[in-house]
């Protein structure tokens, strides 16, 4: 039986084990219809063209846990950040780890999306904002149809969450294959600011799928600030589908440091629904081996006076092959729109491959747009330079590929993540410089 | 201390220096001069181990040692310094943290423990006012946004930190104003002794009014072709080079 079948036949058996009587299992059936109907994407679909999931579709990925598996925290310390007080919303092979969490309800909901679903409580923003932005192709349907655990943050309006959210989910390996699809809804409401920090880490050899889809909704003057760290094993490949929707004035970033795993799909959509709105995306790609790493964004501009940033940056190495696909849409009403693009990559070894794609549809005439794209070497002058004063080739290297990415890190808000992520930079470069980057 | 013997090296296939011969002794300062596309900043990328120049004839001996097949840290690491013409920006690492790097990378490499941070504070410090660098330009990123005479006094301020046995100043004198100037030259004057060798490159005589050279070359078309005192450059800033390429050809 291939996956597909697989999965929609699994649905039965997945509907025993949730409350078909909630009002959210209608959208549920719903999208495995859609699923049914749809499939997996394959090459031939234009946003698809770069990334094949052929191959990591040929295990036979168990889709729910058989058991319960508890994890040290000693063991997975290192992937939490731990120097600084936070609130953490952990799962281990898709179930809530109750232990490695601590979620609160103070003043504002950071918990579960199985206590969101079931609780009456949650229900007016359950109805409001659940599966509401999630586009309705194949493979975010097929997450919506399992849609059951997950990340629920709501923070009401004029409230500062006062501590960075982590949002991490392991994998342990016990089944020989495993498929996880984690469902997270995020709103902040007006005047409100919130810090999260999403993770995927497997713990094991055997193959690991994630189909995650986010929501997010960003209200009048909200301030979000999302960081994404993909640096998995080489056995596990991510498919992360995130939709935000942000109203006037309000300001969302997204930051996405894919370092490893197997093959990672973005599928990063913002959606302007207020003026004066501002959307940045920043990514850094450091990959190498046969890693696969494909970013597909969309801001769509809807109303007018509103910004976007976007700022890619990626280094590939050996065969690892890196796509971005960067669409921007100024719709007829969108006047006064900055949108702004920019994709750099160096290429360090003659069989990496980079597929850089801009796509801007522009329907308004009073707009500045722009987007650029390189493909480049690290710079022999630059390397020289440091050589000449006695810094080894691969500490130079290091050194450059850091320069290179630094922009990005600089914006990263929280010191600590940033001084995370750049001792992850030099780990996957394998250098110590002798201070922090 | 530096002994050049009939080199030749090309780019790309053409050849740009062509049997050229230079001694430098410890305790010497030597200043090279010639037009515009002579070789002279070919010459110091090759000493200071350029991988993109191809050695194809003649020695390069550094204490006696061949250095030809060293890398560019490993001529570092055997003290050799280049002050570049065009230094390079490195955002996000600072000053500070590129010269510990350099330093403790050398240490390293000459099988020496790493300098201790406080010893490390203080020789920064002390080079710091040497070249009248104000310290919060120590933490800003290297050469990120500098002016042209900032790149330049970074330069001999990174060379007054390695502590080289032979310096290379590749036109280190242009784009600073006579401030910065005579503050440069004062910090190599200073940096000078009877165990280290300095090598100026310029275009202008101006430079060499404040480090005054033991001997004075032309280079042209890839070779020394004369070489004399400080007077020479004297001569060169009033007569050009027409009347030396007149000479060869004759």
């Known amino acids: ?437 | 201390m530096l002994e050049i013997t009939d080199l030749h090296a090309n780019v790309e296939g053409k050849e740009i220096i062509k049997g050229l011969n230079l001694k430098v002794n410890a305790g010497e300062v030597h200043a090279i001069m010639g037009p515009n596309g002579a070789g002279k900043s070919t010459l110091a990328n090759i000493i200071a181990g350029k991988e993109e120049y191809e050695v194809s004839g003649g020695k390069m001996l550094l204490n006696g040692e061949d250095i030809e097949e060293l890398a560019p840290e490993e001529r570092a690491h055997k003290g050799i310094f280049l002050s570049f013409q065009y230094p390079v920006e490195i955002p996000g690492v600072t000053v500070t943290n590129f010269m510990k790097t350099a330093i403790n990378e050398t240490r390293k490499a000459q099988g020496l423990e790493e300098m201790p941070a406080k010893d490390m504070l203080k020789l920064i410090r002390e080079k710091s006012e040497m070249l009248e660098i104000d310290r919060k330009f120590l933490s800003r990123s290297l050469n990120e946004g500098f002016s042209g005479g900032e790149k330049k006094r970074n330069e001999i301020f990174q060379m007054a930190m390695m502590q080289p046995k032979l310096a290379i100043l590749d036109e280190t004198d242009s784009g600073l104003d006579i401030d910065a100037l005579r503050i440069v030259a004062n910090g190599v004057n200073k940096l000078k002794s009877s165990d280290n060798a300095v090598v100026v490159i310029t275009h202008y005589q101006r430079l060499l009014e404040y480090i005054v050279p033991d001997y004075v070359h032309v280079l042209y078309d890839g070779k020394i072709v004369k070489s004399g005192s400080k007077e020479l450059a004297l001569q060169l800033e009033e007569k050009g080079y027409d009347w030396i390429k007149e000479e060869i050809n004759a």
């Open chain 1, 1 to 437: 039986m291939d996956m597909k079948d697989k999965l929609v036949s699994s649905f039965l058996a997945f509907e025993e084990s949730v409350n078909v009587d909630a009002p959210i299992h209608n959208i549920r059936s719903q999208a495995i219809k859609i699923f049914e109907e749809k499939g997996f994407p394959s090459k031939k679909e234009e946003a698809w063209k770069y990334t094949s999931l052929k191959s990591i579709l040929k295990h036979d990925y168990s889709v729910f846990p058989k058991e319960e598996n508890a994890l040290d925290f000693k063991e997975v310390k290192k992937y939490f950040l731990h120097d600084i007080d936070t609130y953490k919303i952990v799962f281990v092979d898709g179930r809530y780890s109750s232990y490695l969490s601590a979620t609160t309800h103070d003043k504002m909901d950071v918990c579960l999306m199985s206590s969101a679903l079931n609780y009456d409580k949650y229900r007016p923003v359950i109805d409001n904002y659940f599966n509401k932005i999630a586009k309705p192709d194949g493979i975010t349907s097929l997450n919506t149809a399992f849609s059951r655990e997950g990340a629920y943050i709501y923070i009401p309006k004029n409230k500062l969450a006062d501590k960075p959210i982590q949002i991490i989910h392991f994998s342990t390996g016990k089944e020989s294959a495993q498929m996880l699809q984690p469902r997270n809804l995020i709103v902040v409401e007006e005047n409100s600011q919130v810090q999260i920090i999403e993770r995927h880490q497997s713990l094991t050899k055997n193959p690991v799928l994630t189909n995650s889809v986010t929501e997010i909704f960003a209200d009048k003057r909200a301030i979000v600030d999302y960081y994404k760290i993909q640096n998995d094993r080489q056995s596990a490949s991510l498919i992360d589908n995130t939709f935000i929707e942000q109203q006037a004035q309000s300001t969302v970033s997204v930051h996405t440091f894919a370092f490893g795993g197997n093959l990672t799909r973005n599928n990063l959509n913002f959606y302007q629904k207020g003026e004066y709105v501002n959307s940045i995306l920043n990514g850094v790609t450091i990959i190498e081996g046969k890693q696969h790493v494909d970013h597909n964004t969309l801001v769509h501009h809807i109303e007018p006076n509103c910004e976007s940033h976007q700022d890619y940056k990626g280094i590939f190495d050996e065969k690892a092959t890196g796509v971005f696909n960067g669409k921007v849409v100024v719709n007829k009403e969108a006047q006064k729109t900055n949108a702004f693009q920019s994709n750099n990559n160096i290429l360090l070894d003659d069989s990496a491959t980079i597929n850089s794609k801009p796509q801007l549809e522009i329907f308004a005439d009073d707009v500045k747009c722009s987007h650029g794209c390189t493909i480049g070497q690290l710079d022999e002058s630059a390397l020289f330079y440091l050589r000449s004063r006695g810094i080894g080739q691969k500490e130079a290297r290091a050194l450059l590929m850091y320069a290179f990415a630094n922009n990005v890190l600089e914006s990263v808000r929280i010191p600590e993540l940033k001084a995370r992520i750049t001792k992850l930079i030099a780990n996957k470069l394998g250098v110590n410089l002798g201070f922090d980057l």
